[in-house]
């Protein structure tokens, strides 16, 4: 019998069901790719925030970003942004090491990336915020859109998402694209998890798919 490796049958004959449904992700002019930072701070082993596996996501993103652009789809790159002082910092109450500041190494794209279209900055003037959709004032907490919603426009319909991490900035943005109405596919095998416990990473998969999503 087949194995199941996310989602897809290694062995083809095999006709028992894998857990994730089988759906095949194919690029056209009305999707778009969102890769969500993958920057040194985590996806470099050196990084301040470095998630296991993340070497694997940007292989995937790679092979997702070079598919998209071939079939004519939109693919957007955010950037996590903080300011130097942030709430999001353990050294400022939040939970975080000091992570992707504005315009350091660890805020780069990792080096190997396929940077190939727009790129959001969650924070340029100083927000933050887990989604690349919506930027928090560190302030009052208010949130208001990023240019990513507005950049997808009216033409896309289906958005795939991959990148870090699976547990906060990958489940913000799917659930933000949702919520917009997109229909909204994670990649299993191009997504990584903080795990801070062991399990958020399945959750939060877990709760973009009660949301509507599909994970594959
Ligand atoms: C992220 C933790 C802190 C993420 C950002 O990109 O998922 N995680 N800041
Ligand atoms: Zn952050």
């Not at 292989?59 to 598919?67: P, Q, Y």
């Not at 955010?78 to 130097?84: A, F, I, M, T, V």
């Not at 919603?149 to 943005?173: F, H, M, W």
Request: glycine share 10%.
């Amino acid at each position: 019998m087949g194995r199941c490796v996310d989602g897809i049958r290694s062995v083809r004959g095999s006709n028992a069901p894998c857990q994730a449904p089988l759906t095949v992700v194919s690029y056209d002019g009305r999707a778009a790719l969102l890769v969500v930072d993958l920057q040194n701070d985590f996806a470099d082993p050196a990084g301040a925030l470095a998630v296991v596996g993340a070497e694997g996501v940007i292989t995937v993103a790679n092979r997702e970003i070079d598919a998209a652009v071939a079939a004519g789809a939109t693919v957007a790159f955010s950037q996590d942004w903080h300011p130097e002082h942030t709430p999001h910092f353990a050294r400022d109450g939040g939970i975080w090491p000091v992570h992707c500041v504005a315009n350091t190494w660890g805020a780069e794209f990792v080096p190997a990336l396929h940077v190939r279209g727009a790129v959001i900055r969650k924070g340029s003037n100083g927000e933050d915020g887990y989604s690349a959709f919506t930027m928090r004032d560190v302030e009052t907490g208010e949130t208001r859109p990023t240019e990513l919603a507005e950049l997808l426009g009216r033409a896309i319909s289906r958005v795939v998402v991959v990148g870090l991490a699976t547990d906060y900035c990958v489940k913000a943005t799917a659930l933000d694209a949702l919520a917009l109405g997109f229909e909204t596919v994670v990649l299993r095998a191009g997504v990584r998890a903080v795990n801070l416990q062991p399990a958020d990473g399945e959750a939060a998969l877990a709760s973009i798919r009660d949301a509507g999503g599909i994970i594959v």
